[in-house]
Nanobody
Framework: QVHLVDSGGGLVQAGDSLTLSCAPSGRSFSSYAVAWFRQHPGKEREFVAGISWTGGGTVYADSVKGRFTIARDNARNIAHLRMDNLKPADTAVYYC????????????????????WGQGTQVTVST
């Protein structure tokens, strides 16, 4: 069992940047693919970005390409989502997710592909 802790959310203005962090509690997740999903109020959770366990493969939703960057540091057992040029449409609860079931270089873009989830961190972008 892996318990993920995601953090770093907050209230910012449009155009600002934020960095979210995801770290497992009590064990390494260096062999786990990691992804971020988000959920807007009243809507289903959607894929934002993912990174393979080797760090060599990354996938982004079209809505965040060029603005968000996902990275991981397996030596420090942590993953980050750097969010630049934030827009009000990015306002959502962001969730970190991880799975050990993917081969090197692969990333899932669906919720069903992930086994472990963080508790969520709120990101609010004002105009």
């Amino acid at each position: 069992q892996v318990h993920l802790v995601d953090s770093g959310g907050g209230l910012v203005q449009a155009g600002d940047s934020l960095t979210l962090s995801c770290a497992p509690s009590g064990r390494s997740f260096s062999s786990y693919a990691v992804a971020w999903f988000r959920q807007h109020p009243g809507k289903e959770r959607e894929f934002v970005a993912g990174i393979s366990w080797t760090g060599g493969g990354t996938v982004y939703a079209d809505s965040v390409k060029g603005r968000f960057t996902i990275a991981r540091d397996n030596a420090r057992n942590i993953a980050h989502l750097r969010m630049d040029n934030l827009k009000p449409a990015d306002t959502a609860v962001y969730y970190c997710a991880a799975t050990p079931r993917l081969p090197a270089g692969r990333v899932h873009t669906s919720e069903e592909g992930y086994d472990y989830w963080g508790q969520g961190t709120q990101v609010t972008v004002s105009t």
